[in-house]
């Protein structure tokens, strides 16, 4: 597992950090979603959680810690019978329109396929179907063995994490950073340099489900208990106008974008599965074209959408919290209908840095 230099350590300073490195593998050719099944290689997974002003943080509502190791996310289903710990080896692009359904929020794996059929009018396009996910309940040591294939048990990251004050939170903040890293380097890797991006940091999508609150800190059943059905939405866009020339120009060759679109472009989340036999040429993949499959992702969806600039410190108002313990189901994907989504973008890692603050966040 890679050690992360001393001068990250000193950002944990005040804030709640989870921070993932995810690698990918390097393709070739240019289009939204990734093509042929591509997938995104989840290798070392650093997990540091520091707290401090009183808050204190725990993967199964049992044991609380001003530091949490990775190592308790991924036991966490030995205390936590219930939980969702979703943590792939492999991760595919996803898409969802951030609907809760029942306490988990829809996601919808999807593959783009070349159509060969030569009496099909979509000849040579490629051709996008989805399929509805269903998070796993448990990360288990006997689902690991050589014999669980190389996503399970998921396409997407999801996992439960617990946060306790013994006083009302008047104010939380939530933030960080998604950057592209070089993991060659020594002392963990470094950050790419900015033309050298490749543009996958700006298709990573992290989003939350937030629980009402146990206000009784000791009743570890009502805890784990918690249910996010009724839970409000949150998700965050880092980098939203920041995008790569290839993925301009694939956004411009897929007809989602007009030329003269420079900086923000917004997009469709998919809503519905599109079966096989069924599949939607991309250009029509949108919600102009095809409402009954995607949806436009703005407040209308009912979640609150931060979008953060790529210069711009994210320092997410998150509203007042009671005292006691609040619980948070955590999801990190790829965006597969962002126009940064396609396989030029592959061939780097990320790394995601995410916090809670009492404070806005200003590091």
């Known amino acids: 597992m890679k050690k992360r230099t001393k001068a990250s350590q000193k950002r944990l300073n005040n804030l709640l950090v989870v921070l993932l490195l995810v690698a990918a593998f390097l393709i070739i050719s240019t289009y939204a979603w990734f093509t042929a099944n591509r997938t ?124 306790k004050d013994t006083a009302p939170i008047d104010h939380l903040y939530f933030g960080g950073t998604v950057w592209e890293y070089d993991e060659s380097e020594d002392e963990g ?47 965050w866009e880092p980098n939203y106008d920041t995008h790569t020339k ?45 409402a009954e499959k995607f949806d436009e992702i703005n407040e209308e969806t009912g979640a609150t959408i931060f979008k953060t600039r790529k210069t711009e410190k994210a320092s997410l108002y998150l509203g007042a919290v009671g005292a006691g313990v609040t619980k948070y189901r955590f999801y990190l994907w790829i965006e597969g209908q962002d126009i940064d989504c396609e396989n030029n973008a592959s061939g780097t890692n990320l790394e995601y840095n995410f916090k809670f603050s009492l404070d806005p966040i200003t590091e």
């Not at 609150?213 to 009502?222: A, Y």
């Not at 030329?259 to 599109?274: C, H, L, Q, R």
């Not at 079966?275 to 919600?287: H, K, N, V």
């Open 189 to 235: 890797g470094k950050h790419v340099e900015a033309t050298a991006k490749k543009g996958l940091e700006n298709a990573a999508r992290i989003a939350m489900i937030q629980s009402s609150t146990n206000s009784d800190v000791d009743d570890v059943d009502g805890i784990q208990g918690l249910s996010t059905a009724s839970g409000k939405v949150f998700m």
């Open 246 to 290: 290839k993925g301009y120009d694939n956004g411009k060759a897929l007809g989602w974008i007009d030329t003269d679109v420079t900086t923000a472009i917004d997009y469709s989340g998919v809503k519905a599965e599109i079966p096989e036999g069924s599949g939607i040429e991309l250009s029509e993949a949108t919600a102009t074209k095809n």
């Open 40 to 163: 995104v290689n989840v290798d070392d997974i650093t997990v540091n959680v520091a707290t401090s002003s009183g808050l204190q943080i725990s993967a199964d509502g049992i044991d609380w810690k001003t530091v949490l190791p990775y190592k308790d996310i991924q036991n966490a289903y030995k205390t936590y019978t219930t939980s969702v710990n979703q943590l792939p080896k492999l991760m595919a692009p996803v898409s969802t329109v951030l609907e809760n359904s029942e306490g988990h929020l829809k996601m919808f794996y999807g593959v783009a396929t070349s159509d060969l059929k030569e009496d099909s009018p979509t000849y040579g396009k490629y051709l996008l179907t989805t399929t509805l996910q269903e998070d796993k309940d448990t990360f288990r040591e006997d689902l690991l063995g050589d014999g669980q294939g190389e996503y399970a048990p998921g396409y997407y990251m999801a996992f439960d994490l617990f946060l």
